[in-house]
């Protein structure tokens, strides 16, 4: 096969470490997997909004609720910037929404996992966000500009979310001995779900070498997933709460050993039979159909006005 | 398909805009990005409350998407060439005797 020069441009901004623009030409297999992966990404965001905000009307103390609902806002404006640089892909978003909406596109599995306690949400913030932390860091040097500029933005703002978190698990493991159980249930609850947040095995990761040499990903999954336990094992060890793996140890090279995770166990999470799956793809279309009529009211008034009413010109 | 149903020969109410930040008096407005919006004035509140939520602007632009005109069809075509073969445009160009000031 020729190599036409549009492939050696494509080839030299990838391998020159620089960033590949919206109206660059680029090999469909990399279009598609960005549209994916973003796609997947921006979905995660505006779902893992449900198990958090099914606490924001029972937080504790008008401090936590302030504080959550300004989390939530985020997760949701991390899912706008997602849909937002998808969109430079030549997608469109209600056409991204109608594929979640229909379970032809995933999201991740971890929010398919309830919020039983208040303690739940404290250990998303602590371990769920910590862990996209590790995995957004590395992509906000990702080949493809939008994408790499939506996680420069993500990331600036993920750090009060994890930070939140881990306080409000400080607060927990400081308090009645009750209280000091129910963080422990919850970093029970959600130690395994977040490790699988980082996404299958190396062996097991069928596009994870394509997408290194195009220069999306930046680490494989195992990677990331060491170096999140690395970095939280001694703040559970600080909270003074048992990480539920009875073979996690410190090894002489300063890294830990754990237990690799039970695939298995996550078969059906991930395959969108999970313990809320339902109710969060429900919850998410019923939002939808609920703003039908205000996209239906501003149709007819486009209808009506045209362009015109579009630009505010007639203001 | 268009969202929410709109034929295609119908004005489109939902609508891409591009947004402009201006982070601080002195500096020029930059662009952080897109949204969808359905006028003007709801492009302007959405963009407010999806790029400036920690005071990142004194001041916002949007504009629509499909009314902004770029240079070229990809970032890298001869409409630049003219400027590559002016060096003497730029002040290392000229040679400066040493020890003197202001030059
Ligand atoms: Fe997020
Ligand atoms: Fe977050």
Not at chain 1, 249 to 274: C, K, Q
Not at chain 2, 90 to 96: A, D, G, N, R
Request: aromatic share 10%; proline share 6%; net charge negative.
């Amino acid at each position: 096969m020729d190599v036409t020069t549009d492939e050696r441009d494509f080839d030299r901004l990838v391998s020159a470490d620089e960033r590949v623009e919206p109206r660059d030409w680029m090999p469909e297999g990399y279009r598609r997997t960005l549209i994916r992966q973003i796609a997947q990404h921006a979905h995660s965001e505006i779902i893992g909004m449900q198990p958090e905000g099914n606490w924001i009307a029972r937080a504790p103390s008008l401090r936590r609720k302030a504080i959550l609902i300004a989390k939530v806002q985020d997760e949701a404006g991390h899912g706008l910037y997602l849909y937002g640089a998808a969109e430079t892909l030549g997608v469109e978003r209600a056409d991204l929404l109608e594929l979640l909406h229909t379970g032809r596109q995933k999201y991740s599995a971890a929010f398919n996992y309830p919020t039983p306690t208040w303690a739940d949400v404290a250990a998303i913030g602590w371990l769920g966000d910590g862990a996209a932390i590790m995995n957004q860091v590395p992509l906000t040097r990702c080949s493809y500009g939008p994408y790499a500029r939506a996680m420069t933005r993500v990331c600036k703002e993920e750090s009060f979310h994890q930070r939140q978190g881990f306080e409000a698990m400080a607060v927990l493991c400081a308090g009645t001995p009750a209280q000091k159980q129910m963080a422990q249930d919850a970093l029970d609850r959600w130690w395994w779900p977040v490790l699988m947040l980082f996404g299958p095995s190396d062996e097991a990761s069928a596009h994870s070498a394509r997408s290194m040499a195009w220069g999306i990903k930046r680490f494989s999954n195992d990677e990331l997933r060491q170096r999140f336990v690395d970095a939280t094992v001694p703040q559970a060890d600080h909270l003074g709460l048992r990480i539920p793996d009875p073979d996690l140890r410190l090894e002489a090279d300063g890294h830990y050993r754990f237990t690799p995770v039970d695939w298995n166990e996550f078969a059906d999470a991930i395959s969108g039979n999970g313990p809320c799956s339902r109710e969060r793809i429900a919850h998410r279309v019923d939002a939808h159909e609920d703003g039908a009529w205000v996209r239906a009211a501003a149709q007819a008034y486009a209808d009506k006005h045209g362009d015109r009413a579009a630009r505010g010109a007639a203001a | 398909m268009t969202p929410d149903g709109a034929a295609p020969d119908r004005p489109r109410a939902d609508r891409l805009w591009e947004v402009f930040v201006r982070s601080r008096r002195g500096m020029s407005h930059t662009h952080v990005g897109s949204l969808h919006a359905f006028d003007a004035a709801s492009a302007l509140l959405s963009a407010r409350d999806l790029y400036t939520r920690r005071q990142e602007g004194v001041s916002i632009w949007v504009i629509p998407s499909a009314e902004l005109t770029a240079s070229s069809p990809d970032e890298k075509d001869s409409f630049f060439d003219p400027a590559a073969d002016k060096p003497y445009r730029h002040p290392t160009f000229y040679e400066v005797p040493e020890g003197l000031a202001h030059l």
